[in-house]
């Protein structure tokens, strides 16, 4: 079966600081991965995709097939990168999120 | 901007009650996704359509919760009888297809007392 897991409920960082959540997946076939992010009061929203291979927001994630882990990462963190981050992954449409990392960004 | 939207935006009822949730996807969008976020969790897939087909139902409570997605465009969310544990934020989200980027509304919270 499908899973994804963030073993992080909580990542607290110094503003400048690097931050990086972890994500690992376990799927047979070749999954599509993500990351949503819900800032306060605000609708959850993707943030980046595996296979758009873009920097968002200045994080990048990378898809390690022989860790099955796809890392958020971000150099710098700024307070306004505080908010509810979740990874997910897709299989044939159906789209399943790990438990989610809180980070908070303190100055 | 027209996003996916869901009402009422909060509801408190008593166990054994019933109650309905509503949703409208963004226009043209074919799939559409009930999910259940049960706090401190991640939101957890109750059911998911693709027009007005069902294509997963696997994790939805069959003998209290039913959704319908009449016309392939609205949907609603039915619980009945509540009970305390489905007390979460009930979101709708929609896509264009399966696979492409899920727009989530701003949620319903279901308080069960």
């Known amino acids: 079966a499908q899973r994804v897991t963030q073993p992080e409920k909580l990542l607290s960082v110094f503003k400048g600081a690097p931050v990086e959540l972890k994500c690992n997946y376990s799927?047979?076939?070749?999954?599509?991965l993500f990351w949503y992010v819900q800032y306060s009061r605000q609708r959850l929203q993707l943030l980046l995709r595996?296979?758009s291979r873009e920097s968002i927001k200045g994080f990048t994630a990378d898809l390690n097939k022989g860790e099955t882990s796809f890392h958020l990462k971000k150099p710098f963190a700024q307070e306004e990168d505080s908010a509810m981050y979740y990874c997910?992954?897709?299989?044939?449409?159906?789209?399943?999120f790990g438990a989610g990392t809180q980070v908070v960004v303190t100055p | 901007e027209a996003g996916v939207a869901q009402s009422p935006r909060y509801k408190i009822i008593e166990k054994r009650q019933s109650v309905a949730f509503w949703c409208n996807p963004i226009?043209?969008?074919?799939?559409l996704y009930w999910y259940q976020q049960i706090l401190g969790q991640g939101p957890k897939l109750l059911i998911q359509?693709?027009?007005?087909?069902?294509?997963?139902d696997s994790q939805l409570p069959k003998d209290r919760f039913s959704a319908e997605r009449l016309k392939g465009v609205d949907s609603t969310l039915k619980i009945q009888p509540a009970k305390l544990e489905d007390s979460a934020v009930y979101l709708c989200?929609?896509?264009?297809?399966?696979?492409?980027?899920?727009?989530f509304g701003q949620g319903t919270r279901l308080t069960v007392v």
């Open positions: 989200a929609s896509s264009l297809t399966g696979d492409t980027e899920a727009f």
């Open positions: 799927y047979s076939g070749s999954p599509e």
């Open positions: 595996h296979i």
């Open positions: 997910a992954l897709t299989n044939w449409g159906k789209l399943q």
């Open positions: 226009s043209g969008h074919a799939t």
């Open positions: 359509f693709q027009n007005n087909g069902v294509v997963d």
